[in-house]
């Protein structure tokens, strides 16, 4: 609910700080004509993503803000599009919106910086503004099906057939897909053929470029390489080679060392090692002779297949390595094109066999919404003659759509309409001419719809207008019930409403010679009579009108 109001710079209001944290139930604006009861509204608006007129600063002021803090209950929708806007979910929500004099704006959420579009988003699950000029909430056809799924309990219904509309869909586009596939494979079925059996007979693999490229690299070089290595060769192990001669030298001074006492005991050990190392380094160059062995053939056949694999890829227009891929791609469509109509007839079985499963779920929704209809019409009905609509009827109309226009909602419109005479035809409910009347029946459904809609707040601008004694004494009867509910703010100009309320705050205009300014101020019980003696009077407030007031308050409570 609304917890706190801040205001300034704003029109005629300099400074303004309301605190609403300390109660739901019903909430009283009252003031003279001119006072600026709607300046707090506006303001209000405002902060919940309303769009900026002209002059909204104080004069002589350089900016106008308004802050307005929620406490937000841990399942609110508000959260969840905080959440998806990277914002932290806190238990208090503040929107503040700040209005330069040159007319541009600022908008934050939880003093982080936002647009105004998140702003809006968010009040509109925070904040219900019903006016005679407000063109949103109830006023709102769009609105009209949600409103009524939730006040005939069909919610789990309008799920299940907002999934098979998926389902239904979902299906109709795999088979649209697949017709559209087995059209373009039809097409190219020649082409396809021909390139498959290149691709075929070349059998690439991603990685054949990199290693073709690798291997013939190696071969170009295997010549020379093994020219070299030849050589090498020679000169260890040809004539007089050195491992020839290192074996030759120790044996002379292997047969001859035990002579000298171990003299040369040390050279022998040296001459081991020598002729050890390079009977390895003998071994491992035959080893890589044989490896770099080169080989014409086999070079000749791994350039002819690179040769062809970049051919092929360069008719393509794809790199070497997604040749493979196409190759996959190809056969695909062709296994398409072979096992086509088999595969398009079970496609148009499963979206055939989908939409009638949403057909059904859809005509039961409606069904169902027929008769939640019937009974928000007799509930809406019943609440009409107490505030003097008694000629007036509400219909719920619920009207089966072309299948143009079938949707995840259903096959169905559902729009609240009004007849303010008899005999003349409904007409939507935003139509009605007289903006009392509007209120009054905005107040008359919304009682019906209490417990429907995300809003915990509900602000009514002057739902009054135009009537008096009884007539407004059943809107304050109403406003209090609904109250039960949610938290309720109205603006207005009935004692009988406001006697009701649980809290009230007086909204004062002071006019100097140079300046007029709005304050806004909380009325305890003294100040209510006294206020309540004003409304039922006039200028002057009698000793009758102070009584009078003390019966509304105690018939009130």
Known sequence: MLATLSIRDFV??????????????????????????????????????????????????????????FDLPRDHPARAILADQGFDGDDVLTLRRMIAADGRGRA????????VALLRRLGDTLVEIQGQMEQHGLL????????????????????????????????????????????????DEEFLRHAAKELDALAPKADDEETLAGERQLMRAGSALGEAVSQALAELEQGRGAVASLRTAHRLIERNADKVDGRLDAPLAALDRALSEATEAQAQLEMARDALEFDPARLEKIEERLFALRAL??????????????????????AALDDGEAGLKKLAAAAKAARAAYVAAAEALAAARRKGAAKLDKGVAAELAPLKLERAKFVTEVTALPEAEWSAAGTDRVQFTVSTNPGAPPAPIARIASGGELSRFLLALKVCL?????????????????????????????????????QVLVV?????????????????????RTAASTDVVALDAQGRREEIARMLSGAEVTVEARAAADRLLATAN
């Open 140 to 187: 709102d056809t769009a609105t009209h099906r949600g409103s009524l799924d939730a006040f005939a309990g069909l919610e789990k219904q309008a799920a299940a057939v907002a999934s098979a509309w998926t389902i239904w869909r979902t299906a109709e586009q795999a088979y649209a897909d697949a017709q559209s596939t087995a059209e373009a494979a039809r097409r």
């Open 450 to 486: 209490a417990k429907v809609g995300d809003a915990p707040t509900i602000v009514f601008d002057e739902v009054d207008s135009g009537i008096g004694g009884a007539t407004a004494a059943a809107v304050g009867e109403r406003l209090k019930r609904l109250a039960k509910d949610v």
């Open 313 to 334: 890829a360069r008719k393509h227009n794809v790199a070497v390595a997604g040749l493979a891929a196409l190759s996959e791609k190809f056969a695909a469509q062709l």
């Open 492 to 512: 207005t100009h009935s004692p009988q409403v406001a006697a009701v309320a649980d809290r009230h705050w007086l909204i004062r205009k002071t006019t100097t």
């Open 12 to 69: 005629l209001i300099e400074k303004l700080d309301l605190d609403f944290a300390h109660g739901g139930g019903l909430g009283a604006l009252t003031g003279e004509t001119g006072a600026g009861k709607s300046i707090l509204i506006d303001a209000l608006g405002l902060a919940l993503g309303a769009r900026a007129e002209s002059g909204a600063v104080r004069r002589g002021a350089a900016q106008a803000s308004i802050a307005a803090s």
């Open 108 to 115: 934050f959420v939880n003093d982080q910086p936002a647009s």
